[in-house]
């Protein structure tokens, strides 16, 4: 039963991070900047499941990616699944119970998709796509993470986050 409860609350955690996405996340400014509480939900839900179960909540994430934003429609989509399959993945090989693990499977996660994007939507060439990969990438995956950490320090023993307990 405690698991049980455990797993309720997490998914309530999820389910408000798709609302701050599609509510908070536009009145925050530059898109390129700002955190992006539907990737943040999908590697939350990604590193407490198995990489079959996460590839396909990455595809849905990134077919609805796709569909606010169809110019590349298609990569966003390759994108959240590879990224999903990802960090379901890595919960075998790292311990993802511990803060500083999390934080960096949330920055890799974040740049990942983001390179995802650029490459397999070949939108931008040459020095915009340069300046993207590293600059704005990063940037977002710096806002994104400190995002996720404080949802974590917030919802800790929703989480059991080992280093906060």
């Given at each position: 039963?405690?698991?049980?409860?455990?797993?309720?609350?997490?998914?309530?955690v999820l389910f408000a991070l798709v609302i701050m996405h599609f509510t908070v996340r536009p009145l925050l400014g530059n898109d390129r900047l700002a955190p992006d509480f539907l990737l943040l939900a999908l590697m939350f839900?990604?590193?407490?499941?198995?990489?079959?179960?996460?590839?396909?909540?990455?595809?849905t994430v990134?077919?609805?990616?796709?569909?606010?934003?169809?110019?590349?429609f298609g990569a966003g989509a390759l994108a959240h699944t590879?990224?999903?399959?990802?960090?379901?993945?890595?919960?075998?090989?790292?311990?993802?119970?511990?803060?500083?693990?999390?934080?960096?499977?949330?920055?890799?996660?974040?740049?990942?998709r983001n390179?995802?994007?650029?490459?397999?939507g070949g939108q931008m060439r040459g020095v915009e796509?340069?300046?993207?990969?590293?600059?704005?990438?990063i940037a977002q995956a710096v806002t994104t993470t400190l995002t996720g950490l404080l949802v974590l320090i917030?919802?800790?023993?929703?989480?059991?986050?080992?280093i906060l307990q």
């Open positions: 039963m405690n698991t049980e409860r455990s797993g309720l609350q997490v998914g309530v839900f990604a590193i407490r499941s198995r990489p079959s179960s996460a590839a396909v909540a990455g595809f990134g077919i609805v990616a796709d569909a606010l934003t169809p110019l590349a590879v990224v999903g399959y990802l960090q379901a993945w890595a919960k075998a090989v790292f311990f993802p119970d511990n803060l500083f693990v999390t934080t960096g499977l949330l920055l890799g996660g974040v740049w990942v390179s995802l994007v650029l490459l397999a796509l340069v300046w993207a990969l590293t600059a704005w990438s917030v919802f800790r023993r929703w989480f059991k986050i080992g």
